[in-house]
């Protein structure tokens, strides 16, 4: 037992090391805008569902999606999850394609109860992910806003990196037995790289310009969840959550420098960025503990958040649906203790693309749950993995199609009970 926990907790800290250095799991043109791919924080078990998790309710994994699922934790469990991720997508325009590959370590959370129906987690979690690197080729130079040089054919390369993550801390208490109230609190750090260079076909003249955006703030998100179980097999759960927006309270800097402009090297610093305010609404419905059916609503109001570029932030809507079946939960055999998943989520990009908003990305998801036991500590360790497909843009502007595999393991050890001499 004591073998196991500090295995745990040398693995946790080996990862947490290699997480916080900053990594990238995307190579995509469209994280360019914004603060690049913003991450559902979900885990490997909701991203098989679609990303349902707002009503979600369970002991045997962790909700940070929300807070007050953190109280339905087992008295004497400490849960230990950690998920990667593999990433293959295929970009394609009228003319063509190509396809990149990447893989990254995607989130260290913990969970264990404080007291009777208080449950408390913790983690590394990434909110946003910044890698891409492309060109394209003109005859009339309207970046940087160089205008005397309109008719000289140009090439422009466009490269990024970096991203933002956050460490949170979230506490969660039961109320009246069908309410569960929680919070989490989120510290957000990182460092957005955003380059674009201007070269001269006709000489090696060239331009560089370097903007940078620096994160380091608090935001909170707040739960609840209502829940109840009606005639012995009905398990309802209709989960809230909410945050108000927030400054990033970062620092922007932009840097210019090179042959096309006259001026000297400066820096300006600006502070203008903010998080949206978010809201969001789920329903969870399980018959018998083997099928459970989710729906998740939620919005993300980044029309109204401030953000210092050339484009427009724009509204975000994700309606996600998915379904699991265990087909039974008393089995003794490995199959039958297999949970079966299945999901598909319908959702807006938050940036405009040449002041048009692109499609709506659509997303489908399967997935499995495997338990491994241990028979010595009486344990059950969930082993998940998820294959979901996604598309963005279209052909027309550029189109992304995606591919991603992602594999998280659960453990759960018992932890705060007296042994018997």
Known sequence: MYKNKAFLLALGSLLLVQFSIGQNNTNSPYTRFGYGDISETNSGEQRAMGGVALGARSNYNINTVNPASYSSVDS?????????????????TNSGGTNTFNGNLEYIT???PLAKNIGFSAGLLPYSFVGYNYYKKDNHLTELNLDDFDTIPYRTTFS????????????????????????????????INNNRSIRLLSASDSTLQKNVIRANNFR?????QFYNTFAKKHDVTLGIIYEQKAKLNGSFSQTTYGVLTDETPTTLNDSTYELPTMYGVGLYYTYDKRLSIGLDYTMQ????????????????????????????????????????????SLSDLYYKVNNVTPPKNIGVSLGLGFPLYNNVTNTVTMLNTSFEYGKLGSSDLLREDYFKFTLNVAFNEHWFFKRKL
Do not use: C
Not at 76 to 92: E, I, K, N, V, W
Not at 160 to 168: E, H, L
Not at 322 to 333: C, Q, S, T
């Open 301 to 344: 109001e980044w029309g109204t958040a401030k953000f210092r570029g050339n484009y427009e932030l724009s509204n975000r809507s994700k309606i996600a649906l998915g379904v699991e079946y265990l087909p039974n939960p008393k089995g003794r055999k490995f199959a039958e203790r297999i949970r079966y998943r299945g999901g598909l």
């Open 76 to 92: 004497m469990t400490f849960m230990f999850d950690l998920g990667t991720s593999a990433l293959m997508s295929r970009f394609s």
């Open 160 to 191: 990024g990196n970096g991203g933002i993550s956050q460490v949170y801390g979230g506490l969660s208490a039961n109320l009246f037995n069908h309410i569960s109230l929680g919070v989490n609190a989120y510290y957000m750090y990182g460092t």
């Open 110 to 112: 913990m969970q264990f």
């Open 220 to 224: 909170f998100r707040y739960g609840v």
